[in-house]
């Protein structure tokens, strides 16, 4: 027997609070029950999302509520300027493009960022633009991008600024109101500690005006029929039931901690992760601020990428992410968010360090584990 240890930045592990309040029979979704833990869901959203907006539930993906983001906010042919800088940042083009939306594409090389001044020039530049799309945490480089500064662009303009928040909700500090952020879209399996399986949506006011104007197709993903129910704490379809219960229950585990210190973890565990991976001379992928929610890390000389993931899971039984798209078989990726604590950090460096011995890189043992302890020991307990 090896212990089984999920680390890949998405989906994470569900803590046994969550899953046990899931174990609970299934309620029917149209009971003074369900409204009950609706209205306690709502609430739990407002807080987590520091904001005083409605949350739309949707049963799907992540990328499900980012492609309700568009069709909810747009109308065909209208011109959008998306941060291109990642895997997930093309996804955002590749929605635009599917729903015959003009992109305008701010690029950067994977693993840098695009500058908040980059985004205000081309508002300026290029007219008509009516929604700007990015990431938080682009999770397929690890780079923790400027929304704040992306807000502060786009505020004196017609545009929105739509965040996707998928690995950054419950991670890194995102005060959608305070910020002025117009759409987050998150999901369940990232920072939430939930299976995957329930989208979010929340918009601002500035955002909902877009939504009543917006002509873009929309059936399942309608958020104006949606949010007509959900202030009645009602779904408008059959939700994912199970999923909503343990989000209640992930919630207040959430809320236990308090918002500040969920974002304190994080903040720790990904340093010590950063400096365990360095100790052992290996190169980071993000050449700008890095994720607090996953590391990526450049494969070394002469070691596939593919074989390190695959190394942590025959070898020790670990999930961990390799490269997407381009950046498969250089990178591999350590996910650290959600349902982790200051030992998960070890045990991953200490997998670490075994499978690059196994294939044949110079490890001196334990120069990982031992820098990340240096970081997890700065806190007073
Ligand atoms: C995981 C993730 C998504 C959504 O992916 P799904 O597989 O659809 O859940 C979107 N954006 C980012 C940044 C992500 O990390």
Redesign the pocket.
Known sequence: MKKYYLMA??PTPVPNQVLLAMAHPIIHHRTPEYEALFARVREGLKWLIQTTQETILLAA????G?EAAVANTLSPGDKSLVIRAGK?GE?WAEICQAYGVEVVALDAPFGHTVPADRVADALTKSSGIRAVFC?H???STGVLHDVKGYAEATRGSDAILVV?A??SLGVADLPMDAWGVDVVVA?S??GLMLP?GLAFCTLSDKAWALVKRARLPRYYFDLLEEKKLVVKNQPHFTPAVSIVVGLAAALAMLQAEGLANVFKRHDRLARATRAGVEALGLELFAKATPSPAITAVVSPKGIDGERVLATFASSHNITIAGGQGEMKGKVFRLGHMGYVGDFDVVVALGALEQVLAELGYPVDWGAAVGAAQKVLAERAP
């Open positions: 930045p998405g993906s992540g990328t499900g980012m997930f996804r990431q945490s682009e999770t996707d998928v690995s999901g399996q990232k995957p």
